[in-house]
């Protein structure tokens, strides 16, 4: 294939706006924002001592915002709405019940864990929210427990049937019928016993360790010559699936299951012979992951953050699950050892897991999934031979993740930095990679030729310490220079910087996104990502570099919005601009796109821009502490949350900047949500985009999120969503399903490997 003219690149980026803009015509008559669309599917009111937003124009007399952890619970009640939805494929349903749960275990080990420690540790103060740690836990549990309960309805009323009714059996041990008992039988002498530890517990065998969110089972055993109670735990080894399919590969198109954990109680006389197996019960465990040290005095980060690895595996336990009708006395020797009390423990009606269903949701079933989804190639890239560094001088391009493709963007961007002769150094910050992460490769190759390479690697990536440490290490052996930040903040920006030596001298290539360096959630999460040789940006990221492995105080970014040196102070000038553009009369509008919102100067800021007249949106997939639509203080506010098969991370900023067209205000995107960790405790890059094609492309997906009747949901003044209903019922594509169909005409290049779902 030849290698296209610049001049081509730019027709491919120009036909690129062109054609999202012709898909968005139908747009341009729909109503205004702010007469939302007829709703539905209402979260029930929080039943809390939170006072709820009145008519009242000042926010002196009452909370000024929502509280961060019942509005981050509001948006796993959004997930677990995904599984009540019949529009979305039965399996589909199911790996929404496990995200729920998948995300509701992090919460508790992130946030409740925290909670917990302050309450150790003697707060008791209250926080903006008027509540203290302890009144917080409270809330907590107040507004999980309906959650719970709705789940296990869910799952019993509505999925479990379903799933009957096309093949898949998830059978209770007594429905089990004989033939297939049997065979259980077999597989557990097999396969289960010779792994099972029996951990007693009396004078001569301490209390076990019991490992975080690992599956147990608790028992009462009873000695024949005596009356004592006597207490054994059973984990159920993690290389097991938790859910066994029994009979052969295909039993008449069926798929019969039982648990693990019903098979391991069916034969429990065979771990305790002559012993009486007096009683039975499941629980589950989930450990504190929020622990504290102190960075600044330490000599070795990497020994640091392996030590707060181990106290994470041995931290205090704040949360005991178990099973509807419990033993008494298996579950209160459990809290008398574990030291809890019964705001610690939750009875599920249903499963003690729903990650557990895994096995059943990644049946190849395609009739019961999502259409599989494969990347296209970015038009502007659609010649994957040629030269990027061409293209990318050729002008900047914008890729959107996962309609294009990150393999042949991001990553072919690196790989041929890597093998380019005329690359000298290639710069990249890494937060989370994932397994095998091929970038590492990459980086390791460039080293051995000899070109410098430069990783700055994120060791304290909650949950992902271990494998940062490790792709550290290898990195190092390599002879890449490898460091580790800013003691005292997390490296959480996305930017590569390639320095080429051109004909013309040497330039710089840079990306910049939204989203992290891994290929497989590129496949899953929205993310953006901006690739450019634009001087400005590029001699910003140089300067950033510089922060970031050196000692370099810089704090003159000319394009780059860089926390936490500039990036808050110039977002706080642009909204103000707005307001003060909105006082003289003139229109202000902001829209902005983010994971979260939480960050108390900013919502003050927005709150005061609403009252001089500016226009708010806001797409804000998760937290969100403000409170749109109160009288007086924030009716021009508008809130909604796009929640779908992929999981909105991208962050898109909008302000107006007092100009008729849209394309002629500003744009920026980066990795910063509008919360204070991002901006005062992190280091974040936002970059501008200026170029008038993406400019168009990003208007585009805002306009398409903004006007979304299937997958959005609006924001109230006291917390609570409702979920927007389509006009026409026979026409229910939401924001990602239209951002699909815009990007398959774009190319006939395909790519070939499926895209499976995502993970919230």
């Known amino acids: ?218 028992v009462i055993l009873s000695h024949p010559n005596h009356d004592e109670r006597l207490f054994a735990r059973i984990k ?50 989930t450990r504190n992951a929020d622990i504290e040290r102190d960075d600044e005095d330490a000599e070795d980060l990497i020994e640091l953050v392996e030590e707060e690895l181990r106290a994470r595996r041995f931290a205090k336990v704040v949360r005991l699950e178990h099973g509807p009708n419990p033993n008494p006395w298996i579950l209160k020797f459990l809290m008398q050892e574990l030291g809890l009390n019964d705001l610690d423990v939750f009875e599920l009606a249903g499963e003690l897991d729903y990650g557990d269903l895994r096995t059943v949701s990644d049946l190849s079933l395609p009739k019961l999934r999502f259409e599989p989804w494969t990347p296209v190639l970015p038009p502007s890239m659609a010649d994957d031979e040629g030269d990027i560094f061409s293209l990318i001088r050729a002008g900047d391009i914008l890729v959107h993740h996962p309609y294009e493709s990150f393999n042949h963007s991001v990553q072919r961007f690196v790989e041929a930095a890597a093998a380019d002769p005329k690359v000298l150094a290639i710069k990249m910050t890494v937060y989370r990679t994932g397994d095998d992460s091929p970038f590492i490769h990459t980086l390791i190759r460039a080293a051995e030729e000899r070109k410098q390479v430069v990783c700055l690697v994120e060791l304290k990536a909650r949950f992902d310490e271990e494998r940062n440490i490790l792709l550290a290490q290898a990195l190092e052996k390599a002879g890449v220079h490898v460091v580790y930040g800013i003691m005292g903040l997390k490296t959480h920006t996305k930017t590569t910087l390639v320095v080429r030596q051109d004909p013309d001298g040497i330039r710089c290539y840079a990306h910049v996104g939204t989203g992290n360096y891994n290929v497989g959630t590129a496949k899953l999460y929205t993310d953006l990502g901006l690739f450019t040789c634009d001087p400005g940006i590029t001699e910003d990221l140089v300067g950033l570099f510089h922060y970031l492995t050196g000692r370099s105080l810089k704090k003159d970014y000319r394009k780059l919005l860089v926390a936490p040196v500039t990036m808050k102070h110039r977002f706080l000038e642009m909204i103000e601009r707005e307001t003060t553009l909105a006082n003289a009369g003139r229109p202000g509008r902001i829209i902005a796109k983010m994971n979260s ?36 203080v924030s009716e021009r506010i508008r809130v909604i949350s796009v929640i779908g098969r992929f999981l909105e991370h991208s962050r898109i900023f909008y302000f107006q900047n007092g100009a008729q067209n849209p394309l002629d205000a500003e744009y920026y995107i980066g990795s910063a949500d509008w919360m204070y960790r991002n901006l005062e405790a992190r280091v974040e890059a936002v970059v501008p985009i200026e170029d008038h094609v993406q400019r168009e492309k990003l208007w585009g997906i805002l306009q398409i999120m903004l006007h979304d009747r299937r997958q959005a949901w609006e924001m109230h003044a006291d917390g609570t969503y409702v979920q927007r209903i389509p006009d026409d019922p026979e026409n229910q594509i939401g924001t990602q399903q239209m951002l699909m169909d815009i990007a398959r005409p774009r190319t006939a290049l395909r790519l070939t490997t499926p895209t499976p779902f995502v993970q919230v």
């Open 236 to 285: 159920v080894p993690e290389t097991l699936p938790r859910w066994i399919r029994l009979g052969s590969a295909d039993t008449g198109g069926q798929f019969i299951f039982v648990r693990v954990l019903d098979i391991v109680k069916a034969n429990l006389q065979d771990l305790f012979p002559e012993m009486t197996v007096v009683a039975v019960m499941p629980f589950r465990l």
């Open 597 to 632: 919102l939480a960050d108390n100067e900013i919502s003050h800021a927005l709150y005061t821009a609403s009252q001089a007249g500016v226009d708010i949106d806001l797409i804000v997939r998760g937290v969100c502490t403000l409170r749109p639509g109160v009288p007086g």
């Open 1 to 218: 294939m030849s290698k296209p003219s610049d001049s081509r690149n730019h027709n491919h980026r120009r036909s690129e706006g062109k054609i999202l803009a012709a898909e968005l015509a139908m747009l341009s008559a729909a109503e205004p924002l702010a007469s939302p669309a007829p709703a539905k599917s209402a979260t029930p009111p929080l039943n809390l001592e939170i006072p709820v937003p009145s008519v009242d124009p000042t926010l002196a007399t009452r909370p000024e915002f929502i509280n961060r952890e019942i509005s981050w619970l509001e948006f796993n009640r959004r997930v677990l709405h995904e599984a009540t939805d019949t529009r979305n494929p039965l399996l589909e349903r199911v790996k929404f019940l496990e995200i729920f749960t998948s995300n509701l275990d992090e919460f508790v080990m992130k946030r409740v864990g925290g909670l917990r420690r302050q309450i150790t540790a003697g707060v008791v103060g209250q926080t903006s929210n008027g509540l203290t740690p302890q009144q917080q836990l409270m809330a907590i549990r107040q507004a999980v427990l309906p959650m719970l309960q709705q789940q296990a309805e869910i799952f019993a009323k509505s999925i479990r049937p379903a799933l009957s009714q096309n093949g898949i059996q998830l059978l209770e041990w007594i429905d089990v019928p004989t033939e297939q008992r049997e065979a259980a039988r077999k597989f557990f002498r097999a396969s289960i016993f010779p792994i099972l530890t029996p951990l007693a517990v009396d004078p001569g065998h301490p209390f076990p360790f019991i490992s975080n969110l690992s599956d147990s089972l608790g």
